[in-house]
């Protein structure tokens, strides 16, 4: 829906069991990656320090008809 790519995969070299997944624009361009550890067995806590449960971004000024249309 964001227009995200998987543009690399490597291993988490402090758990070599588990990926390291990067996400960003087709080319792969500093600013657009977003990175993420999958985590199978990951237990479940409640939100606190070191958590997030939001994630920002911003987009090109004028643009804003174009992200509303894509969404709804």
């Given amino acids: 829906m964001l227009g995200l790519r998987l543009v ?4 988490n070299f402090d758990d070599p069991s588990t990926y390291h997944l990067y996400f960003g624009n087709e080319g792969g361009e500093p600013g ?3 990175t993420f550890f999958p985590w199978s ?3 479940k806590v409640r939100i606190g320090d070191g958590q997030f449960g939001t994630i920002s971004f911003a987009i ?4 804003l ?3 509303k ?3 709804y």
């Fill in 65 to 67: 008809s174009f992200w």
């Fill in 32 to 34: 657009t990656i977003i």
């Fill in 8 to 11: 690399k995969k490597t291993i």
């Fill in 60 to 63: 090109p000024v004028g643009s």
């Fill in 69 to 71: 249309e894509r969404f």
């Fill in 41 to 43: 067995h990951a237990f």
